[in-house]
C-alpha cells in the first residue's frame, strides 16, 4: 500500500494543481515582456541613443535580440529537460524510482523563481541616472555574490560564476526538495540529498569548468 502524502507535499501538489501549457505560455510571456523593457533600458542608457539609432548603428544588436526572442521558449523547454533529467538520474543512483514525466512538469513550475531577479533587475535600473552605463545594467545580478563583491572589485572570469551564486537559486533548490518530496514521497532528509546531487552538484561542477576555460 503506498504511503499517503504528507501535509507539505498535499498542500504543494493542490497548488501547482493547474493547466500547465497556459503556464509555460504565460511564464514565456513574462520572461519575453520583461528582457524587453530591459534591453531597452540598456539601449537608452548609452550616450547619444537617439543619434546612433537613426543611423543604424543598432541593428545588429536588435537582431540579437530578436533571436534571444525567438530563442526563449525552446531555451525554457531545454531546460526543464536537463534538470529534470539531473534529478531522474541523481533519484536512480540513490535508489528512488520516480516518473520523468513528473519531474519535468514541476521543472516548468519551479522555473517561476527566476522571474524575479530579473524582474528586479528591470526595477532598479527603471529610472537610471545619467552616470549608469549599458555595462552595468546588462550585468546587474540581484541578491548575488557579485552585486555584494561588486563587479568592479572582481575579475571578469569570475562574474558569471558569482552572478549565479544568489538567492533565487537557494529558494530553487527549496521549492525542488519539496517538489521531488511530493513526487517521489520520499522524506524531506532524502530529497534534500537528491537536490544537492542532482543539482547543486552539476552547477558547482559547471560553474568551476566555466572559470577554468575562461578566455577573457
Known sequence: MAKPLSSEAQR?????????????IVLVFLFLIIRYLTNTLILESIPDYDALESRGDFMIFHI?????????PFALLWKFTVISFLFWVGAFIIGFKVPYKELWKFALVAEVIFIFPELIRLLAFLDPSSTVTYQEIDEYRALSMLSLLGPENVADKFHY?????NVFEIFYGILWLYGFHMISNRSLGESSIVVILSYYFPLAIWLTFYVLVYKG
Open 161 to 165: 560564476a558569482l552572478g549565479t551564486i
Open 64 to 72: 540579437f535580440n530578436a533571436l534571444n526572442y525567438i530563442w526563449t
Open 12 to 24: 504543494l501538489k493542490e497548488i501547482i494543481d493547474f493547466d500547465k501549457r497556459i503556464y509555460f
